[in-house]
């Protein structure tokens, strides 16, 4: 246990100096020792964090799920945009690029748009079979698409509809309302097109679109109105409902999704499902109000941070096929991240929300072991982001497994940086 650890939670250490170390260590050791605050953390002064972009500029990946490593390591894709302190509006760009690991990390425009947001960027992500393309979204008049653009900036193809998330096999998307998530989950959604069912609770035209990238074709597989009639419940009736965070599982074969709608003026509440990549065999997962990040296992089995049946939120690991919820990090995962599994699924990659000295953690954890391996401690203030320009940490795998790849705002600007983590897998 690491000698910050230690003290501050010795019972046999009077509150008051325990309250006198953390505030000492948090705020001198932090700002003007910074070795004896990560060995006091860590139990080592090497910092594992390593900057891969500068300013002025601001860069990010944004959402935690996808890799944004290309399949030879040496590319990662990266946002860039001009300012860091508001929410983008509807003329603002960013650029889309890559970063070049080989090449004193400069960045490689290949594209720019003005479909982004500070959480999940423009959805830039990789084409899963072809080794030099990458998806992005953008606009078309007042029509939201995505292009598939090559690491030279050729545009390949256009696509009539934003992709969400991309099947294993490059050949099948899913997409849902930007629009509808620009107002009813600001920070997510997309400025410059209006919701055509803005006006309608549960609209039966809108839900989820999968996408056939080959033929550039769409189908509704799963809408709204639909999501609204299974288990109704009181808190559903005259309010808005969404969809986020779609999901596909490891085979492709099967989506995960968030139904959510609004509760009261500023809350919300949510439903995670399943369904078979067509949006049959439709099955609701977790019904405990609160859900929030997540990522799948396997082809069966989903880890997320939700209330478990007595209301108390625990990362749960959710069992697709019985529906059964196994709690996952008993007083070791104790708040709310931005969960994924290591390429062989044997640790989490996590973070956490700034604590009350404003500092996010960034940790590992062994599914097996029930060990945590926390890596570092990053200032984030509260009041200079958050909402939705906050600046979530929302640590990503490379393809191998022994690096991370985060956003973080500690240095002043919003950039990137990498970590090696093979000598904590040992």
């Not at 499902?273 to 929030?292: E, R």
């Not at 570092?376 to 203030?381: D, E, G, H, I, K």
């Amino acid at each position: 246990m690491p000698l910050y650890e230690i003290i501050s939670k010795s019972p046999l250490i009077p509150w008051r100096f325990r309250n006198a170390f953390e505030n000492w260590v948090e705020n001198t050791a932090h700002n003007k020792h910074p070795s004896l605050y990560r060995y006091l953390h860590f139990g080592q002064k090497a910092d594992p964090i390593r900057r891969i972009t500068s300013g002025p500029k601001h860069h990010f990946y944004g959402y935690y799920e996808k890799s944004p490593w290309d399949k030879s390591q040496q590319y990662i894709a990266a946002h860039q945009v001009e300012f860091n302190d508001r929410p983008p509006i509807e003329d603002d760009r960013a650029e889309v690029g890559i970063i070049d690991l080989q090449r004193d990390n400069s960045f490689i425009p290949i594209g720019n748009t003005r479909t982004w947001n500070f959480q999940q960027g423009a959805m830039l992500q990789w084409h899963p079979t072809k080794d030099d393309c990458l998806f992005f979204n953008s606009i078309d008049q007042d029509s939201f698409i995505s292009i598939l653009v090559n690491t030279n900036g050729r545009e390949i193809k256009r696509f009539s509809r934003p992709i969400y998330a991309i099947s294993p096999t490059g050949e099948t998307a899913y997409s849902l309302n930007y629009s509808r998530l620009a107002t009813h989950r600001p920070g997510y959604g997309y400025c410059g097109s209006i919701d055509e069912f803005k006006d309608e609770y549960a609209p039966k035209l809108d839900g989820i679109w999968k996408i056939d990238l080959t033929n550039d074709t769409s189908d509704l597989i799963i809408t709204l109105a639909q999501l609204v009639d299974i288990s109704p419940k009181d808190s559903m009736k005259d309010a808005h409902h969404w969809i986020n965070h779609i999901q596909i599982n490891p085979s492709g074969n099967r989506i995960a999704f968030f139904h959510l709608w609004r509760y009261g003026e500023t809350g919300w509440r949510g439903r995670l499902y399943t369904a078979d990549q067509d949006g049959s065999n439709l099955k609701l997962i977790l019904d405990n109000d609160v859900i929030s990040h997540y990522d799948w296992l396997d082809d069966e089995s989903i880890l997320i941070w939700a209330n478990n049946k007595n209301s108390k939120p625990y990362f749960l690991l959710c069992d697709i096929t019985s529906v059964d919820e196994k709690i996952i990090g008993d007083g070791v995962l104790v708040e709310d991240g931005h969960c994924s599994f290591s390429p062989n699924r044997a640790w989490v990659l996590n973070d956490t929300y700034p604590d009350r000295f404003d500092m996010r953690t960034l940790m590992l954890y062994n599914l097996n072991e029930n060990h945590r391996i926390d890596i570092a401690r990053l200032f984030s203030p509260k009041d200079k982001w958050w909402g939705e320009i906050r600046c979530d940490l929302h640590p990503r795998w490379n393809r191998i497994g022994n690096e991370i790849c985060i956003d973080s705002v500690h240095d002043g600007t919003r950039q990137m940086y990498i970590a090696d983590i093979s000598n904590y897998l040992r």
